[in-house]
């Protein structure tokens, strides 16, 4: 293993982009992906959110009228300036102008949305967040618009369409529910009884409320909207932009059932090669079961009412050819048959773009917490009872919170409990998720997970993420760029190419066992270091290979060899050092700041590294 000298200079311009400069990169390959931008000291999120609580007028003066306003779209495009800005969002109007300097995304992004509705990009980029909360100081009013009914010798009416709440005083809007539980139709094997009217079945995605009864006026037909049209219409009904309202996709999957003596397997099959247990996510609730099969940016549906009650305990398996999933539950009266397997529910046997799907959160309850640095904990949260979740390579999860009244959402990658733990489904990894923390005394999140106590619920949401760890497979290399706690998403990537080389945990898309590993881990101090006793034991491996970059020198780092780490920043010239030859052959992976990722992305495409093949940044 080379040793390398102790320290490399860097000088401010060999830090691309410069810091606090506001310039961005994006990787290719990953849209729709998450622009980020360096903000200005004071416009941090708990900074927007100690503003949006000081009382100060956040609507362009439309507060002062002590109510909420109907807007059209026509009064909505009139506001499309950076200085004049407002959005519309699932049916509520928001004037963004304050926030321009907040967002994480920049003004460039926020202005994409502006004298419009922004329902369908905000879905595509922050579907996880409650806007609701996080701009409840902003909000307007309501994008109405005019329709023109036509009755039997009557003229054209106008009617003003609106059908979505105004938050309550907290800016939180309870999700609409009213119509996912709804059967949509019966289960493959139940028939309707003799005599039943084909009125009373309702057709695939359709609802009792979209078939007029005889006699019935069209004016009493609720007038649909997708969140991304000109509005909603007149009547009750979920709020406009919710997932009820958005079209399926053509199937990918199908899927069937059978039963044993104190079993019910449900079967999915795919066309898809190399299903994974990790891509199927299930929910159990008293009887109804929601199966979701997440095949990269689609995903397919089971919803059912089940014939009856199942325990908690939930078995996935994958076939041999990687083409079927079985989902094996457990009937809770042993011996009972089932005529079918229930009732179908809304949605049920459909595919959706994932962007399309409301986000779903659980309640966890933390079981255990470690100290991994001076800083640094190390959170097991329990998955409630019923939930199957095994977060696959490179994904992340969302954590939301209440602070000030403020919804607030952070994203975490879960990670083992050590380097040494395989991470797999059938390891225990369905039922708990680790989550590493970095505790920050000014922070907006941490300061509230810093003081929970074990038994203590947090809303932690499925998995997301645009990872696809099959790349893997095409290269000899794998170098990882981490700063920090953007450490969190390497080590199960270390952990899968370990057991690989030690052909303890088998993955169909990690399939090299002659890949080699090279950590470049950029930290403050040595105390920084994360798991340091994990990776110093690593270094014993042929196929491992870490460097510690320290960016400040301590009286401690002082007294250790001087191969033991190098002092400096991420630059051209330490990046040039110490990367592999043989570039063509390398995958690299960042994680970091955003100055951090932003600048080691620059230098990259400097040396001519593929940002759509070679290059994964990952950034929440």
Same mark, same amino acid.
């Given at each position: 293993?080379?040793?390398? %000298?102790?320290?490399?200079?860097?000088?401010?311009?060999?830090?691309?982009?410069?810091?606090?400069?506001?310039?961005?990169?994006?990787?290719?390959?990953? =849209?729709?992906?998450?622009?980020?931008?360096?903000?200005?000291?004071?416009?941090?999120?708990?900074?927007?959110?100690?503003?949006?609580?000081?009382?100060?007028?956040?609507?362009?003066?439309?507060?002062?009228?002590?109510?909420?306003?109907?807007?059209?779209?026509?009064?909505?495009?009139?506001?499309?300036?950076?200085?004049?800005?407002?959005?519309?969002?699932?049916?509520?109007?928001?004037?963004?102008?304050?926030?321009?300097?907040?967002?994480?995304? /920049?003004?460039?992004?926020?202005?994409?949305?502006?004298?419009?509705?922004?329902?369908?990009?905000?879905?595509?980029?922050?579907?996880?967040?409650?806007?609701?909360?996080?701009?409840?100081?902003?909000?307007?009013?309501?994008?109405?618009?005019?329709?023109?009914?036509?009755?039997?010798?009557?003229?054209?009416?106008?009617?003003?369409?609106?059908?979505?709440?105004?938050?309550?005083?907290?800016?939180?809007?309870?999700?609409?529910?009213? @119509?996912?539980?709804?059967?949509?139709?019966?289960?493959?094997?139940?028939?309707?009884?003799?005599?039943?009217? %084909?009125?009373?079945?309702?057709?695939?995605?359709?609802?009792?409320?979209?078939?007029?009864?005889?006699?019935?006026?069209?004016?009493?037909?609720?007038?649909?909207?997708?969140?991304?049209?000109?509005?909603?219409?007149?009547?009750? /009904?979920?709020?406009?932009?919710?997932?009820?309202?958005?079209?399926?996709?053509?199937?990918?999957?199908?899927?069937?059932?059978?039963?044993?003596?104190? +079993?019910?397997?449900?079967?999915?099959?795919?066309?898809?090669?190399?299903?994974?247990? @990790?891509?199927?996510?299930?929910?159990?609730?008293?009887?109804?079961?929601?199966?979701?099969?997440?095949?990269?940016?689609?995903?397919?549906?089971?919803?059912?009412?089940?014939?009856?009650?199942?325990?908690?305990?939930?078995?996935?398996? +994958?076939?041999?050819?990687?083409?079927?999933? @079985?989902?094996?539950?457990?009937?809770?009266?042993?011996?009972?048959?089932?005529?079918?397997?229930?009732?179908?529910?809304?949605?049920?046997?459909?595919? !959706?773009?994932?962007?399309?799907?409301?986000?779903?959160? !659980?309640?966890?309850?933390?079981?255990?917490?470690?100290?991994?640095?001076?800083?640094?904990?190390?959170?097991?949260?329990?998955?409630?009872? /019923?939930?199957?979740?095994?977060?696959?390579?490179?994904?992340?999860?969302?954590?939301?919170? %209440?602070?000030? @009244?403020?919804?607030?959402?952070?994203?975490?990658?879960?990670? /083992?409990?050590?380097?040494?733990?395989?991470?797999?489904?059938?390891?225990?990894?369905?039922?708990?998720?680790?989550?590493?923390?970095?505790?920050?005394?000014?922070?907006?999140?941490?300061?509230?997970?810093?003081?929970?106590?074990?038994?203590?619920?947090?809303?932690?949401?499925?998995?997301?993420?645009?990872?696809?760890?099959?790349?893997?497979?095409?290269?000899?290399?794998?170098?990882?760029?981490?700063?920090?706690?953007?450490?969190?998403?390497?080590?199960?990537?270390?952990?899968?190419?370990?057991?690989?080389?030690?052909?303890? =945990?088998?993955?169909?898309?990690?399939?090299?066992?002659?890949?080699?590993?090279?950590?470049?881990?950029?930290?403050? &101090?040595?105390?920084?270091?994360?798991?340091?006793?994990?990776?110093?034991?690593?270094?014993?491996?042929?196929?491992?290979?870490?460097?510690?970059?320290?960016?400040?020198?301590?009286?401690?780092?002082?007294?250790?060899?001087? &191969?033991?780490?190098?002092?400096?920043?991420?630059?051209?010239?330490?990046?040039?050092?110490?990367?592999?030859?043989?570039?063509?052959?390398?995958?690299?992976?960042?994680?970091?700041?955003?100055?951090?990722?932003?600048?080691?992305?620059?230098?990259?495409?400097?040396?001519? !590294?593929?940002?759509?093949?070679?290059?994964?940044?990952?950034?929440?």
């Amino acid at each position: 293993m080379s040793r390398l %000298p102790v320290s490399v200079p860097v000088t401010q311009s060999a830090q691309f982009p410069a810091i606090g400069s506001q310039q961005r990169s994006q990787i290719g390959g990953q =849209t729709p992906a998450r622009n980020k931008v360096i903000l200005k000291p004071g416009r941090s999120l708990l900074d927007w959110v100690r503003l949006s609580k000081s009382g100060a007028d956040l609507t362009s003066g439309t507060a002062r009228s002590g109510r909420h306003l109907d807007i059209t779209p026509k009064e909505l495009s009139q506001h499309n300036e950076s200085h004049d800005a407002w959005t519309s969002i699932r049916g509520l109007v928001y004037n963004i102008t304050p926030y321009m300097e907040f967002h994480p995304g /920049g003004e460039d992004e926020l202005m994409k949305a502006a004298g419009k509705d922004g329902t369908q990009l905000f879905n595509e980029i922050h579907r996880w967040v409650n806007v609701d909360s996080m701009l409840a100081s902003c909000l307007i009013g309501k994008l109405v618009t005019t329709i023109h009914i036509r009755s039997s010798g009557v003229n054209s009416l106008a009617v003003k369409a609106s059908n979505v709440e105004i938050p309550t005083s907290k800016g939180l809007l309870t999700p609409p529910v009213a @119509e996912f539980d709804k059967p949509t139709r019966p289960s493959p094997r139940s028939v309707p009884g003799p005599g039943s009217s %084909p009125r009373s079945v309702p057709g695939p995605g359709s609802s009792p409320r979209s078939v007029p009864g005889p006699g019935s006026s069209p004016r009493s037909v609720p007038v649909p909207w997708s969140g991304s049209g000109p509005g909603p219409g007149p009547g009750p /009904g979920p709020a406009p932009g919710s997932s009820l309202f958005r079209k399926s996709q053509p199937k990918l999957a199908r899927h069937d059932w059978f039963q044993s003596h104190d +079993t019910v397997t449900i079967v999915i099959y795919c066309k898809t090669k190399d299903l994974k247990q @990790e891509d199927v996510l299930i929910q159990l609730t008293d009887r109804k079961t929601s199966i979701e099969l997440h095949l990269r940016d689609k995903v397919y549906l089971v919803n059912y009412e089940l014939q009856a009650s199942v325990t908690p305990s939930v078995e996935v398996k +994958t076939s041999a050819d990687k083409h079927k999933l @079985e989902i094996t539950l457990t009937k809770t009266l042993v011996g009972q048959h089932w005529s079918n397997l229930g009732i179908a529910l809304h949605r049920n046997d459909r595919t !959706y773009r994932r962007q399309d799907l409301d986000v779903v959160f !659980y309640s966890c309850i933390l079981s255990n917490s470690q100290t991994v640095t001076h800083d640094t904990h190390l959170y097991t949260f329990d998955l409630p009872p /019923g939930v199957w979740m095994c977060v696959p390579l490179g994904h992340h999860v969302h954590v939301k919170a %209440p602070v000030q @009244e403020m919804e607030i959402v952070r994203s975490y990658t879960p990670v /083992g409990l050590s380097l040494s733990d395989a991470c797999t489904c059938n390891h225990g990894n369905n039922k708990q998720i680790h989550l590493m923390i970095k505790y920050y005394q000014n922070g907006t999140l941490t300061p509230l997970l810093h003081s929970l106590h074990i038994g203590d619920k947090v809303d932690i949401s499925q998995y997301d993420g645009r990872f696809d760890d099959t790349k893997l497979s095409h290269y000899d290399e794998l170098v990882l760029l981490a700063a920090g706690t953007g450490f969190t998403p390497m080590t199960r990537l270390i952990s899968a190419i370990a057991g690989q080389h030690q052909n303890i =945990t088998p993955r169909a898309s990690v399939t090299t066992s002659t890949m080699a590993v090279k950590l470049l881990f950029f930290n403050k &101090t040595e105390t920084d270091i994360l798991w340091k006793d994990y990776l110093d034991s690593l270094k014993q491996e042929p196929w491992f290979d870490y460097v510690n970059i320290l960016s400040q020198v301590t009286e401690n780092s002082e007294t250790c060899q001087p &191969t033991d780490h190098l002092t400096g920043h991420v630059s051209r010239d330490l990046l040039d050092l110490l990367l592999p030859s043989d570039k063509d052959n390398t995958f690299v992976c960042i994680c970091g700041p955003e100055v951090f990722t932003q600048q080691a992305i620059s230098i990259l495409e400097e040396l001519c !590294y593929d940002t759509d093949q070679q290059i994964h940044a990952f950034r929440g």
